[in-house]
């Protein structure tokens, strides 16, 4: 595609556009382009994701990218449509601001001939007084636009209102623009769709205070199938830490994506061209039970954020879960991963196979536990089990963790030794 703006587009990128003839043309040169992050949470979630690849393609297309993390504006929060938001303390947003700066520098390229810059808005803002503050920036903000906002309105009709603090928040990130206007000669803002009076708030401030037109973009939010915004404000939200999202779930996830969601998912999570998802949106609408395109999915997605080791790992868990794969194979982490939602319960070493199958909820009953067995219809580790006198052994708990116990290949449970026994 000739120009950035035309593959974002395909991508499913573009919502909103100050001007977008104008945007087309700059993104013929080089701009210098921006999106913010705030730290109202320890990790990034898969919604920032997609302005993490907003920013990563168009650095790819040769423009020079800042990565802002917000330390002051993460202070005050982003007002939300409908409650005030809790603040949170300022060693809080510090520690959050470390991790985030971390999670989004393995995204972008920060050498090479064009690198990336990675700014906190706490530098320049720290040091202004509450004076300077509404002389110098203030004055250009009019009330009767602000209260336009979609979250400021749907709180003003509210009874809970909205504080002076949370209502000042446009004119923080507006700050922002203006600096990074200035002293980087930054002129285009990319951010999500609910984003858009906030973008707008800088542009009009840059326009006010210097004179100067720069651009604003967004993209729509991705949703699941029920149409809720993938976030963590959400109550479903994908988070980009390891810890609060293991890789094996978040591959599980993107290998669970509906057929309706996933050819959007590709354009926007992999590089895979025109030709390349034209043909796994074939596949989906042709043979939809082989879920190819979702596994490309779910391989491109987690291979993004945690890395083609751990994609191989997740990939060789699955195949020992649902497949025929070794699964004494995994490693302790992947093991516990992948294992952690089964059903089950704590089993002891030396419990017999059958009162283990009772326990993991696999049998109701002594003698349907024998017959199971008998009929060769269950396995440990993917080892089929044929004596019904049989006992767990130290052994059969990989890791000192967990036996896996199946009956056929889609019903599985977890026998988890008991922690003191560990």
Known sequence: MSNIFDELQWRGLVAQTTDEAALREALEGKLTVYCGFDPTAPSLHFGNLVQLMQLRRLQQAGHRVICLVGGSTGLIGDPKPDSERVLRTKDQVADAVASIRAQAESFLDFDGDNPATMVNNLDWTEGISALDFLR???KYFRVNAMIKKDAVSARLNSDTGISY??????????????????AHGCTLQVGGSDQWGNLIAGVDLVRLADSAHVHALTSPLLTDSTGRKYGKSEGNAIWLNPEMTSPYAFYQYFVNVEDSEVVKLLK??????????????RQVADE?????AQRALASAATTLVHGADATEAVQAASEALFGKGDITALDARTLRDATTELPGGEVAVGTGIVEALIAVGIADSRNAARRLIGDGGISINNDKITDVEASLTENDFLHGQVAVIKRGRKHQAAARLPQNSA
Do not use: C, M
């Open 288 to 292: 939809p039970f082989k879920r190819v």
């Open 165 to 182: 603090t949370e209502f000042s928040y446009q004119i923080l990130q507006g700050l922002d623009y203006l600096h990074l206007y200035r």
């Open 268 to 281: 926007v999570f992999s590089d895979l061209g025109s030709e390349e998802i034209a043909e796994y949106e």
């Open 136 to 138: 110098d920036y203030g």
